[in-house]
């Protein structure tokens, strides 16, 4: 084995270090996840039927919007009941209008136990489970006065979460990331590093063998740890060959239209 080849082994090894140790810390993270579709059903019926009534289990209503919130752990570390036991319960809130009712579409871990409940009192709904794995969550229906899904909001502190991530519809992949297609990517990255890695040490071999350790040299150096770097990110954000968080499987009624 010549110079070259070696040198870039060397850079190689040397780049994954940090994306090894990124990865690792990745897998020790809480990531809740939440998303909202909704359709209105009634609108202001009132200006345009003075004699018509709406009601929903005897309460009158003027508007009347159905929505849907997908709620998933997308990290891998697990969300159990602990962990929403906290003075701000984890809820769902109407920022304009009133919520009705609500309801546990659809979960992908019946023993997670995830349930809801209306809290009358302060008008919210009340979101509970015992514990989510990766991917493990519920499609919940929730019923309100408000139009739009911007009218309602997932709210609540989760320990050793920073904020509760709230996507569009449209941001979530419809299909879910394979096992085949996670190590697809992942050999992928980790070819694509080690290419650069040959190539960068090729194009200043003549640097490297003629001149003493300067910044040519650092510059090779830092260069191949970036682009560890990017192939950590690509692994483990799944953006190599998959732009979008996947939909887990078993939450597929948050897309469905009744």
């Known amino acids: 084995m010549n110079n070259e080849w070696v040198i870039a082994i060397i850079f190689f090894v040397i780049g994954l270090i940090p994306t090894y140790y990124f990865y690792r810390k990745s897998l020790r993270i809480k990531e809740p996840i939440y998303s909202i579709g909704s359709r209105n059903v009634i609108s202001d019926y009132s200006s345009k039927y003075k004699n018509l009534t709406v009601s929903y289990k005897n309460e ?103 904020s509760l991530k709230r996507l569009l519809p449209m941001s979530l992949g419809i299909v879910p990331t394979s096992r085949w297609r996670r190590l697809v990517n992942i050999a992928g990255t980790l070819s694509m590093a080690l290419i650069l890695g040959i190539y960068l040490v090729s194009f200043f071999q003549e640097w490297i063998s003629a001149t003493a350790f300067g910044p040519q040299h650092l510059f090779l150096i830092v260069g191949s740890l970036l682009f560890s770097w990017m192939s950590w990110h690509a692994i483990v954000t799944r953006d190599y060959l998959n732009l979008k968080p996947a939909l887990p499987r078993g939450l597929e009624r948050f897309f469905e239209k009744d």
Do not use: C, W
């Not at 209503?61 to 906290?86: C, K, P, Q, W, Y």
């Not at 919940?140 to 909001?153: N, P």
């Open 60 to 162: 009158k209503v003027e508007n009347f919007t159905v929505s849907r919130v997908l709620f998933f752990n997308h990290g891998a570390m697990t969300l159990d009941r602990n962990d929403i036991a906290t003075r701000n319960q984890l809820r769902i809130i109407a920022k304009s209008g009133n919520i009705l009712d609500a309801t546990v579409l659809q979960v992908n871990n019946p023993s997670s136990d995830f349930k809801v409940s209306l809290d009358r009192a302060n008008g919210s709904i009340i979101v509970e489970f015992d514990y989510l794995n990766q991917d493990h969550g519920a499609v919940i229906e929730v019923i309100h006065t408000g139009l739009a899904s911007k009218d309602i909001e997932l709210v609540g502190d989760i320990k050793q979460v920073k």
